[in-house]
């Protein structure tokens, strides 16, 4: 007994702290979390328990350990938080034994029961009597109790030592499949007569029931249970209102299955029980359990028994594979597939996903089949072109091959006029119409001579002083006059060799000459250019075709199109979902913007030149624009082939000679067709960039992180996302860390391949350095924005650990009042505030995790897709007043362009894509720059959004943490949940404005000293000059360039 504090009341020890107080003075609710109690034992310790968190005054029975249900108040009794891989029972130590009377058992280690830890198997399950191992588990545990795996393989025994032998019982084989019952066992142990589970309640048709008549000769087996049924002297009579007689005399009591029971009634009239078929019925309860009572499983069939399966949560809510059942094969279930727990026979739900979904073979063949077709697509499409009549030949028109400056450098020739003075012929010729033309055609061709790199160097080098010289040392000008006249490509070699980059400064010379003398062979350059074109078609296929397979493998795991098609408001389905989107939305729009501004790019050059003179006939113009958008993920290694194709031909054709000047605008035409083509793969590998790396990333850390998680709110799919190993774990997490580390990799790689086809090339090392780094910084920021906006929804990180404490309900009554302590007074709060358990539902409902996330996963859903809205028409109208190119572009490439910045702040266009004078060049730099910024604000504010769930999880989260501190004590896992949350609240707001400023810090770096035409932005007037040394020297160095005979 504990005494009160008055000195006159005193009450039963085990009946302490559970939340009311005993004592009239209310003193015993100060002892409850008093450490006094630490290593005292309960009154009756092999039934008792003493709880070990907080309050450790009080005791509670050892059955109620781990039985899903809060008894000790400081929930120290349970353990919410296993993953669902794990179990809290220990199946190993569950071994086989006989106890000291010789009854085959199950050993518990450090039992309660009084013949020792062999627990004999009928007193398990029985919900009566409990006992307790030493491992907190008891022999009516839930979990142990269901599992009919487990019990299936033990036997249903008992030693009777009046026969000195083992009498057989039954086994039940529903919900509680761990009981055993004797229903005609005429012994003296304590033992089951009927299943819990209502397992035995099958009956035969129409067939009479017990009359309940007992008598003490026929029915020996229930002489103890009937004790007191009959009057004395009475040696039988009509059992009425004695349950365990009744029970003994009608183990399945077959007159529940009656209209009206009673004595020898009519089994299976009652229209309430299930009739199996013409002989055979079972109990209501029986029905769509999970266990087929019916010979052919008709109490069981998935179709009807869905709903039921759901409630009752024997599937998951998230369950969509079909299978057979692990427990009854001959049953199909539906599972959550690859989500760590096996539900399907063999566990066919989860083993498939833990080998290589995507074989190598099959990615090899995949790339090989996009080819071949690619290849058969471009071969028809050309066919109805060439089907045309008076197909328009380009025509040459002879010149005089003197008025060339540079002539003699690409033949090699000397004659008299090429002797003359340089510096006046290139004077003449910069002043005459043809000079863009003449000095493309030079460049282009000094690049393709084969001659040694150092040579090329230095006429390089030479053109650029007399260029600039020609312009009066004014660099801005020079590099406008560059720009407007020579083709971008040729235009980075010159620069590259004027000014030397990274790559030219720090690779050692043997290097350049091992590469260079390797491609100057024929061999060499055909092995070049196989591998290179092999790498491209592979960079180009390489995600698409991982993405097809795991989208294809996704579906399969699923259940098949079907059940993606009716389960679509699941996760794992509207993970499909999205990757679907990510994956085909960039492919049709590129597609579709490129069957609208240029069908005819796939056909080649001379195709195209001669639509301009003689048009295809209109229906087969629509046949070409539907084939490319029916085409779109073809569309991409047609243009590349097709661009490799014109540069092999332009480089062919300046080799071979200069005949006319109309073979000069031919090459001019051509690197404008070119630039044409690399302006589609550019739009292609910008959408790819925006949708598909961004969400799949997202989607991919979000899954591991969910595969990690233990406050999960929904499951599936997520070991497809983990690298599994079963020797080395700490392996298996460095691969998944390379993983992702691979994929942001991937995005860094693809922004600097869409700064190199805007650039057509000409991109300094430097440059790419910081467009990567811009790349890296900002899709870390977007995809960790999105992983963020959907952590509470899905309980990533653990933060929802106090929503996950509440899963398991407090078994007091949530009407009444909890007392606890708060600076030595005593406090009161309504039960139901810590136990907030609906239970007007049945069965009653858990609380929902949107009590701390306010909304659900799917609202969620519908919240992000309208703040893409909003921010697609907010950022739609800031372009529309900051930039002239995008309010002049159509609406289709306006829309593209717009979803492009949903994820990545980017401009229009740059302002080096228009031509122009330095002036012009200018006034569009300081337009972007306004534009940029505008981006800028707009990507902030928007990511900002996308964390506000953190803040406001976090609001509710801490709420509810102080609640449970003060008032039963909190979990490690709730602490941490608590810091987590407090951390993240401030810092990913700080974090988003610094990665915010930065990116605007390094996109003016990149356009003011590491664009390829930063020198147009060089102001001479206010004394700017060049930091490169090696320009200056060039630029002094021009006039006696242009007064000497260099060449």
Not at 586 to 596: E, F, N, R, T, V
Not at 806 to 816: A, L
Request: proline share 4%; net charge negative; aromatic share 10%.
């Amino acid at each position: 007994h504990y005494p009160c504090s008055d000195g006159v009341q005193c009450v039963l020890e085990e009946h302490l702290c559970q939340g009311a107080p005993l004592c009239q003075d209310q003193s015993d609710v100060s002892t409850c979390t008093s450490k006094d109690w630490l290593g005292a034992s309960c009154p009756f310790p092999d039934d008792f328990t003493r709880c070990n968190n907080t309050r450790h005054g009080q005791c509670i029975q050892n059955d109620k350990l781990k039985d899903n249900f809060y008894d000790c108040l400081d929930r120290s009794d349970e353990e919410p938080y296993l993953k669902k891989t794990e179990s809290p029972v220990d199946w190993v130590s569950l071994t086989n034994c006989t106890d000291i009377k010789q009854s085959p058992g199950i050993l518990c280690n450090g039992s309660s029961y009084h013949g020792g830890d062999c627990i004999p198997y009928y007193e398990w399950c029985k919900g009566e009597q409990s006992y307790k191992c030493n491992n907190d588990i008891s022999t009516n545990n839930e979990v142990i109790c269901s599992n009919f795996t487990f019990w299936i393989h033990q036997t249903c025994e008992l030693f009777d030592s009046f026969y000195e032998s083992l009498i057989q019982g039954s086994r039940c084989n529903g919900t509680n499949s761990g009981e055993c019952i004797f229903p005609y066992y005429e012994g003296l142990e304590d033992v089951s007569r009927q299943c819990l589970d209502k397992s035995d309640q099958t009956h035969i048709q129409s067939e009479n029931c017990p009359d309940m008549v007992y008598n003490e000769n026929l029915h020996v087996h229930c002489e103890n249970d009937c004790y007191g049924a009959c009057k004395d002297g009475e040696e039988s009579c009509l059992v009425e209102s004695h349950e365990k007689c009744e029970a003994c005399l009608d183990p399945t009591n077959c007159r529940g299955s009656c209209t009206t029971p009673g004595p020898s009634c009519k089994s299976c009239t009652n229209q309430d029980y299930f009739e199996c078929s013409e002989f055979f019925c079972i109990h209501p309860f029986l029905l769509c359990d999970g266990h087929p009572h019916c010979a052919d499983g008709l109490d069981e069939e998935l179709d009807s028994c869905e709903e039921e399966y759901r409630r009752r949560k024997i599937i998951q809510r998230e369950a969509t594979y079909k299978c057979q059942s692990i427990t009854h094969p001959e049953l199909y279930t539906l599972a959550v597939a690859c989500d760590g727990k096996p539900e399907c026979f063999q566990e066919e739900d989860e083993r498939r996903c833990l080998q290589n979904l995507i074989s190598p073979y099959l990615f090899v063949i995949g790339i090989l089949v996009l080819t071949m077709t690619s290849i058969f697509v471009h071969w028809i499409i050309q066919m109805l072109a060439l089907t045309r009549n008076n197909m328009t030949q380009v025509s040459f028109e002879e010149f005089d091959l003197n008025d060339f400056f540079l002539y003699s450098l690409i033949t090699g020739k000397q004659d008299e006029k090429s002797k003359e003075d340089l510096a006046n012929v290139f004077r003449k010729s910069h002043a005459q119409t043809s000079y863009g033309l003449e000095i493309n055609f030079s460049m282009i061709g000094l690049q393709s001579l084969n001659i040694h790199r150092n040579q090329r160097i230095e006429l390089n080098k030479k053109y650029y002083a007399m260029e600039l010289a020609v312009h009066n040392g004014n660099i801005a000008e020079t590099m406008v006059c560059l720009k407007k006249n020579i083709n971008w490509e040729t235009c980075g070699q010159i620069y590259e060799d004027v000014v030397p980059g990274l790559k030219a400064k720090y690779t050692p010379e043997k290097v350049k000459d091992w590469i260079d003398s390797f491609t100057a062979t024929s061999l060499g350059s055909w092995i070049v250019y196989i591998v290179l074109r092999i790498a491209r078609v592979a960079s180009i296929y390489f995600d698409f075709v991982k993405d097809v397979l795991l989208f294809v493998t996704m579906v399969r795991l699923l259940g098949g199109p079907a059940a993606l098609m009716r389960y679509p408001e699941n996760f794992s389905g509207q993970v499909v979902f999205i990757l679907i989107a990510s994956i085909f939305t960039p492919l049709i729009s590129s597609g579709i913007l490129h069957a609208i501004k240029s069908p005819f790019l796939i056909l080649g050059f001379q195709q195209k030149m001669a639509e301009n003179t003689n048009p295809m006939k209109n229906w087969k113009r629509k046949i070409v624009q539907c084939t490319i958008v029916c085409c779109s993920f073809l569309n991409p290694v047609m243009l590349q082939s097709v661009l490799e194709n014109e540069k092999r031909n332009m480089t062919l054709m300046i080799r071979s000679g200069i005949t006319s000047k109309n073979k000069m605008a031919v090459i001019k035409e051509m690197c404008v067709f070119c630039k044409e083509i690399k302006q589609r793969l550019l739009e292609f590998r910008k959408g790819e960039f925006a949708m598909e790396i961004i969400f799949q990333l997202a989607t991919q850390m979000s899954m591991l992180m969910l595969n990690d998680t233990l406050t999960a709110t929904t499951s599936g799919l997520e070991t497809i996302f983990k690298q599994d190993t079963q020797s080395d774990v700490a392996g298996a997490q460095a691969i998944l860390i390379l993983s992702i580390i691979g994929s942001f990799l991937s995005a860094v790689s693809t922004s600097i391949k869409i700064k190199k086809l805007e650039k057509d090339d000409f991109l300094s090392t430097t440059g790419k350095i910081i467009t990567g780094m811009r790349s890296l910084m900002t899709t870390l920021l977007r995809v960790w924005c999105l992983v963020f906006f959907f952590t509470p929804y899905l309980g990533l990180l653990n933060i929802l650990a106090h929503w996950k404490g509440e899963q398991i309900p407090f078994r007091t009554s949530p009407s009444q009042e909890f007392y606890f302590m708060v600076d030595g007074k005593v406090e009161t709060i309504p039960f139901k505030v810590l136990n907030r358990v609906d239970n007007s539902t049945t069965p009653p409902s858990l609380p929902h995790y949107s009590l701390y996330t306010q909304i659900d996963l799917a609202s969620a859903y519908k919240v992000i897709l309208c703040l893409l809205l909003v921010q697609m028409i907010v950022t739609h109208g800031a372009k529309y007043f900051t930039s002239k190119s995008y309010k002049q572009s159509c609406f289709f490439e306006k829309f593209v362009h717009l979803t492009e910045c949903l994820n990545i702040p980017s401009i229009h266009s740059d302002w080096d894509s228009e031509g122009g004078n330095v002036n012009q060049h200018r006034q569009r730099w300081r337009q972007v720059w306004r534009e940029m910024v505008a981006m800028e604000i707009i990507t902030w504010l928007a990511n900002i959004i996308l964390v506000l769930p953190i803040l406001v999880t976090g609001i509710y989260v801490r709420e509810r943490h102080f609640l449970t501190t003060l008032v039963v004590g909190s979990f490690d896992e709730e602490i941490e949940a608590f810091n987590l949350v407090t951390l993240l609240m401030w810092v990913l707001p700080l974090g988003v404005t610094v990665v915010a400023l930065l990116d605007l810090a390094l996109f003016h770096l990149y356009n003011t000293n590491y664009h390829p035409w930063k020198l147009i932005l060089v102001d001479d007037k206010s004394g700017r000059k060049e930091k490169n040394e090696d320009i200056n020297l060039e630029a002094s160095q021009a006039n006696h360039a242009l007064d000497s005979k260099i060449i």
